[in-house]
C-alpha cells in the first residue's frame, strides 16, 4: 500500500529518500499500532478502552511527508536523501510521543506539524529564499529583536503562571526567542561572510555583532530566560570562530562562557538553583530537585528496552512533554530508543556538514553550518539537562518536544538545508577558502553526543536498579495498581492484608485497622512501610518466583508478576485480643516464643484509624500529632529501661556469684504486697530499691559487660525498620549506676534480652515472616536468623532466681523515669522450663503510671494464648 501512495523513482537520490519514507512510514505504523494496544497490554485484558486519538497524527504525518516527497520526486529537485526521512521520523516520534503523555497537547502539536509540513511543501519551491534571508538580514534580525523586546510588554505564559516569554493569545502563541535564534544565525552567517577570516581579527568588524548579539542577549536575561541566552551566546562563540578559523578565538570564547557562568551564578538565583541541584541533585529530591530526580529515575525505569510505548509512567516527571521530553522517551524506549534518537542526531549532523562544506558560497556554507551547530547544541543542552550531564536549561529538543515556535523554526532550519543542498547540485563551481574550522566544531559535537550517551547508559543499564528500588519512585505502587500483590497471611492462613478491587484500580485492604502499625501500607503518594516494605519483593513476586516468569513479565508488560502470598508467626486471634487490651493505653505489647523467636502478637496504640482507602487524609491528619500515632512503638519507641534492668542486674551478679541480701526496705514496690520474702517477689513487685542495692554491687567498668550480654546496644535483625539507637557511652565518674544513667531501649530489645529466663540462657532471634508460597513448590519456610546463647562463667540457671520456687512463670516489673515526661512501665512474664506446653513470654510497656494496668494487660494476653495453644 506505501509503495502504491509513493511515486516510482527515476534517480538514485530518489529511490533511496523513498526507501528511507518507507521505514519511517513502518515504524510510525507500529509505533501507534502499540500506543492502541497499550491499555490492554497494561490490564492484561482485551475489554479496555482503547487509544485512537493519536492516529491523527500518524494520517497527518503519512500524507503530508508523502506530498513532500511527490513533490521533490516531481520537481526533480535534487537534495540529500536522508534529511527528511530522519527528519519526518524524530518530529512523527515526538508527536507520538506528547500524544502518550497528553492527547491535549498531542493535538496542538499535530496542528503545529501540519503548519510545518506545508512550510516545506511550499518553501521548497522559492526561488530566492537563500538570497533573500542575505539581502535583508539588518531587516529579519532588527524585526526578531523587536518581537522579542515586545514580550516586555506583552508577553504572556500559555500555562497561566510562569515565565512570561510568549505572544499570543486565545490559544494561539508564538515564542520569539525561538525565532531570534534562527535569524541570529542567518544574520551572523550574512555578516561574516562579507569579510575574509583574515580582516576579521580586527576587533572593529566584531563590533556590530557584538552590538546585535548584546542586546539580544540582554532582552533574555533580563527576561530570566538563561537557556535561550546561553545558546545565543555559544552560537556566536562558535560562529566568531568558524569565521575567522583562528583557534585562540574559540579557546577566548570558552573563558568568555566561564566568565558569564560565574557571573551569572552570582547574581541571578535561578542559576544558583539550577547549577546546586544539578551538582548533588540527592540533597533536595523531594524539592529543589524533584524534576531532575525523577527524570533520573524515568531513565533508569527504562532499562535497556525500555517499558513499551505507553506502558511507562512518564508524566510522573513534570513538563515531561516539553522539558523532560527526552527522558520520557528514554522510559518507553529504553537505552535502545536513546541510541537511535543519538544515531539520528550524529548522522543529521554529519550529512548537514557535508552539505554545509559543499556550498558554494561562504554564506550558504556558515548559514548551513551554523543552523547544524544550533540544534545539536540546544540538543546536547536539553538531553544533558534531563541525564544530570549539564545543569538544566529549559530549552526544548528540535524536532520533538512540545512547542509549535520551536518545530517551526527547526523545521525553517531544514528547509534552509534543502534550498543550499539543491544549489550545490546546481552546474558551477565556485571555490571557496576551506572552513577546517567547521569540522573541529562537528568533531566537538558528536564528542558531546556520545557523552550524551555514555550517561543514558549509566542511569538506564548500569545503575537503574538503585534508582529504581528508591522510595520516592511512585512507579511501583503505580505498578501494584495494575497487578495484585500478594496476601499477608497469619499462622494459621487468615488474611491480615489483601488485594481487592480490579486491575488498574487495585488497592490494598487491613482485616483491622490496628493492623496497620504491623502490616503497614503500599500507598502511591506516601510508598511503603513496615511489612508491606520489607516483604515487597515477595509480594510483587520478584523473589521465590521463577526467573524466566519474572524476565517476561518485565519484557511484555514491564510489570513484576502476580504476588505471593507470605504467612507470618502473628496469630489474628491473639493479635486482636491484644490490641483490644491495649486500646486507649499508650504502649506496646510483644508475645513470642522464646525459643525459636516466632512472634503472636505485636502492638502498639495509638495507631492510624484509616479505613476505606482513605489512608492520605489520616496520614496528612495525624503528621503533626503529638500521640505519634505514625509509629510502632514496639520497633520505634526507645524508652528508659529504670528498674526494669533489675533481674538482668541480678542474672549477672549472680553468675559472678556475688550473693545479696534483700533490702531490709520493702515499702518502696510499683505493687503493693506484704510477706516479700525473696528477690524473684521483689523484682515481681517492681520494688524500686533492689536496682539502687544491684547497682552498689556492680562496678562501673561491668555494666559494657551486661549491656553487651543482653544485646541492649545492638539493633536486632529484623522486618520492621526499627528505631535508631543513640550512641552510649558508660559515665566517666567510679560510683554506682543511677536508673537515669541507662541506653534507651525498645520493647522488641527488652523481649529478646528477656527471652534468657525462658529458654536457660538463649537469646531470642525474633521472627515475624515465616513462610511464602510458591506457585510451583508450595510453601517454603524464610530464612531465619540464629539465636544467640550467653556462656556463663558459672552454673547457674538464668531464671531460678525469678522462680525459686520452680514455678510455671517468671515475672518483673520496672519503672522507667523520663525527664519532664510521665514515667513508663515494664511488664514482662512468661513461662519457664518447668511449663510442660509451648513456651510464651509477653512484654508489655505503658507510658503512663499504671503498674497495675501494665500487670492485668501482660497476665490477660499470656494466659489467653496459652488457653488456645
Known sequence: ??????????????????????????????????????????????????????????????????????????????????????VSVLIGW?????????????????VWMTLGILLIYFGIGWKNLLSSLFRYKYVWITASIFLLALTLIFGTYPGGIGPELWLGGYGFYIQPSEILKILVIVYLAAYFSD????????????????????????????????????????????FV???????????????????????????????????????????????????????????????????????????IVPVSHSDFI???????????????????LMVLLHRIVKISLKAKSTYQRMLGAGLIIYLILQSILIMGGNLGTLPLTGVTLPFVSYGGSSLLSS?????????????????????????????????????GLSIIWVFAFQWSVFRSNSLTLRTDNPRNAIADAYVARGKILDRNNKVLVETIGTAGTYQRQISNPALIQLTGYSNFNYGQSNLESSLNNYLRGLLANPGSEIFWNHLLYSQHPVGLNVRLTIDLDIQNFSDTLLDGHTGAIILMNPENGEIFALSSYPYLMSQDGDLETVIAEEFNNPDLPLINRAVHGLYPPGTAMTPFMFNWNADQNNPIDLPDDIENCLIQKRNISSWSQYIANGCNDGFAELSTQIPIQSWQNILDRFHFLDTPAFPLAQAELPPYELPDYTSSLSVTDLPLITPLQMAIAASVFSTEGTLAAPVLSYAVETPHQGWIVLPKNDAQTIEYQSQISSADFLNPDQQNFWTFLGKGERVDEHPVIWYASGTTQYWNGMPLMVIVLLEENAPNTARDIGEEVLFHALQLK
Open 195 to 238: 569579510f575574509s577570516p583574515s580582516t576579521l581579527t580586527n576587533a572593529r568588524l566584531l563590533l556590530p555583532t557584538l552590538f546585535i548579539v548584546g542586546i539580544a542577549s540582554g532582552i533574555l536575561i533580563f527576561q530570566r530566560d538563561m537557556g535561550t541566552a546561553s545558546i545565543i551566546l555559544l552560537i556566536y562563540v562558535l
Open 326 to 344: 527526552f527522558s520520557s522517551m528514554i522510559e518507553e524506549t529504553g537505552l535502545v530508543g536513546a541510541t537511535t534518537l543519538i544515531i539520528f
Open 1 to 86: 500500500m506505501l509503495q502504491k501512495i509513493l511515486p516510482a523513482q527515476s534517480g538514485e537520490p530518489s529511490q533511496t529518500q523513498s526507501r528511507f519514507f518507507l521505514l519511517a512510514a513502518l515504524f510510525m505504523v507500529c509505533y501507534a499500532l502499540i500506543l492502541t494496544l497499550s491499555p490492554a497490554v497494561r490490564q492484561h485484558s482485551w475489554r479496555v478502552s482503547y487509544l485512537w486519538v493519536h492516529w491523527l497524527c500518524v494520517v497527518v504525518w503519512g500524507a503530508g511527508f508523502t506530498m513532500i516527497h511527490r513533490k521533490t520526486v516531481f520537481k526533480e529537485l535534487s537534495f540529500d536523501p536522508l534529511i527528511l526521512p530522519i
Open 241 to 315: 570562530y568558524m569565521a575567522t578559523q583562528k583557534r585562540r578565538m574559540l579557546v577566548f570564547g570558552a573563558l568568555v562562557m566561564i566568565l558569564a557562568a560565574i557571573l551569572g551564578y552570582s547574581f541571578f538565583p535561578v542559576i544558583q538553583i539550577r547549577v546546586s541541584t544539578w551538582l548533588n541533585p540527592w540533597a533536595d529530591a523531594a524539592n529543589s530537585s524533584y524534576q531532575i530526580i525523577q527524570s533520573l529515575i524515568s531513565v533508569a525505569s527504562g532499562g535497556l528496552l525500555g517499558s513499551g510505548p505507553g506502558i511507562g509512567n512518564p508524566t
Open 411 to 447: 523545521i525553517f532550519a531544514v528547509l534552509i538545508w534543502l534550498h543550499i543542498d539543491t544549489e550545490n547540485n546546481e552546474p558551477g563551481t565556485i571555490e571557496i577558502p576551506s572552513f577546517r574550522s567547521i569540522l573541529v566544531i562537528e568533531t566537538i559535537l558528536v564528542i
Open 94 to 110: 515526538g508527536t507520538l510521543s506528547i500524544f502518550r503523555i497528553s492527547i491535549y497537547f498531542g493535538l496542538r502539536q499535530t
